[in-house]
T-cell receptor, first 115, second 110 residues
Framework: GAVVSQHPSRVICKSGTSVKIECRSL??????MFWYRQFPKQSLMLMAT?????????EQGVEKDKFLINHASLTLSTLTVTSAHPEDSSFYIC???????????FGNGTRLTVT | DAKTTQPPSMDCAEGRAANLPCNHS???????VYWYRQIHSQGPQYIIH???NNETNEMASLIITEDRKSSTLILPHATLRDTAVYYC???????????FGTGTSLTVIP
C-alpha cells in the first residue's frame, strides 16, 4: 500500500532554534499534502494544506511565518518550525494524497520537544 | 471543521464485533465517509471509506444509512490490537481539507 515517510520521528531542540520536518510519499506522487498538530489526549488539528508548486493554505489561527511549509516536488513537503518555543512542543503529522479516488495516507508523526 | 459526532469512548469484548457509530447529519451529496484509527503515538491508519453503498474490506465493514446521515464501522472480530481511537470524517473525495473530529476511543477487553 501507499507509504508516507516522515522524518525525524523525534526531535529535541532549544528554544529559539528552528526545526525542519520532512514528509515524503515513497511510492506515489502526492499532489496535495496536509500538516497536522496533535496535543496530548486531543484530536489532530489541521494546520495547513499544501499543493505542489504553490503556496500553502493555512488554517485560521496558524501563523504562516512561524510554520513554513514548502512543497517543492510531488514527493516531498517540509514543515519548518521557526524560532521554536516550549509551547510549540507537540506531535506533528503529515499526510499525502494522490489525485484521484484515493484516501489520505499518513506519516508516523514527529514528536517535537522544545526545551 | 469536523462535521461528525461520535461517542467519546466504547468498550468491546475480545472476539466480539465492535460497532462504532458516527453521525453526519449535514453531509452533502458528494461527500464521502472515511474511517481512520490512531494507535497511541502513531499516525492515523486508513480503514475504509464509502459514498452511499455499504463497503467491506479485509479490516472492516462500513454501513451507511439510506439518508446518509449516519454510519457504522464494524470490526467483525475485535482483537486487543484494535484498541485505538477511531475517527469518522466526511469530505469530498479529493483536494479539500480533511478535518478530524474528536473520535471514539475503543478499548478491547480480554
Amino acid at each position: 500500500g501507499a507509504v508516507v515517510s516522515q522524518h525525524p520521528s523525534r526531535v529535541i531542540c532549544k528554544s529559539g532554534t528552528s526545526v525542519k520536518i520532512e514528509c515524503r510519499s515513497l511510492d506515489f506522487q502526492a499532489t496535495t499534502m496536509f500538516w497536522y498538530r496533535q496535543f496530548p489526549k486531543q484530536s489532530l488539528m489541521l494546520m495547513a494544506t499544501s499543493n505542489e508548486g504553490s503556496k500553502a493554505t493555512y488554517e485560521q489561527g496558524v501563523e504562516k511565518d512561524k510554520f513554513l511549509i514548502n512543497h517543492a516536488s510531488l514527493t516531498l513537503s517540509t514543515l519548518t518550525v521557526t524560532s521554536a518555543h516550549p509551547e510549540d512542543s507537540s506531535f506533528y503529522i503529515c499526510s499525502a494524497e494522490y489525485r484521484g479516488n484515493s484516501p489520505l495516507h499518513f506519516g508516523n508523526g514527529t514528536r517535537l520537544t522544545v526545551t | 471543521d469536523a462535521k461528525t459526532t461520535q461517542p467519546p469512548s466504547m468498550d468491546c469484548a475480545e472476539g466480539r464485533a465492535a460497532n462504532l457509530p458516527c453521525n453526519h447529519s449535514t453531509i452533502s451529496g458528494n461527500e464521502y465517509v472515511y474511517w481512520y484509527r490512531q494507535i497511541h503515538s502513531q499516525g492515523p491508519q486508513y480503514i475504509i471509506h464509502g459514498l452511499k453503498n455499504n463497503e467491506t474490506n479485509e479490516m472492516a465493514s462500513l454501513i451507511i444509512t439510506e439518508d446518509r446521515k449516519s454510519s457504522t464501522l464494524i470490526l467483525p472480530h475485535a482483537t486487543l490490537r484494535d484498541t485505538a481511537v477511531y475517527y469518522c470524517i466526511v469530505r469530498e473525495n479529493t483536494g479539500n481539507q480533511f478535518y478530524f473530529g474528536t473520535g471514539t476511543s475503543l478499548t478491547v477487553i480480554p
